[in-house]
């Protein structure tokens, strides 16, 4: 894979790849839901599952195949910074699946404890 999913511009290996291999740990809440978001698109549910907050993780993931994330805007940090304890990331994330394409709005909340960010949860919309 040459670019990274969360469309930074950068090679896979050199953006989110290193968190999903567990060379380094996302910096900040933007920085994690942009990892999410590209192993969503990689289908790396045991990153997903290990980047979940143990009060909210589900027990399994199951990724849908037939999905296919397309592209990723961010719409908005409050906080998350390498200094925050808390952060939340808005963001629209679109894909294509057999019932054609589509689009996930979401607020997530996130939080950093022990020098780790982790997802809490999520508001969606249309």
């Known amino acids: ?8 511009g950068d090679a896979y290996d050199d953006c989110c790849g290193r968190y999903h291999r567990g060379d380094a740990a996302a910096p900040t809440a933007e920085a994690l839901m ?10 790396d549910a045991a990153y997903l ?3 979940w907050h143990p009060r909210t993780r589900p ?3 199951e990724l849908d195949d037939d999905v296919t994330w397309r592209h990723l805007d961010v719409v908005r940090t409050e906080h998350g910074s390498p200094w925050d304890t808390a952060g939340t990331v808005e963001f629209t994330a679109h894909f294509a699946s057999p019932a054609g394409r589509g689009r996930l709005h979401e607020v997530s909340r ?5 020098g780790r960010w982790f997802y809490v949860d999520g508001v969606t919309s249309d």
């Open 1 to 8: 894979m040459d670019r990274c999913p969360c469309g930074s």
């Open 110 to 114: 996130f939080v950093r404890e022990g």
């Open 34 to 43: 942009r990892s999410r978001y590209s192993a969503f698109a990689v289908g």
């Open 59 to 61: 027990a399994t993931l």
């Open 49 to 51: 599952l290990s980047s």
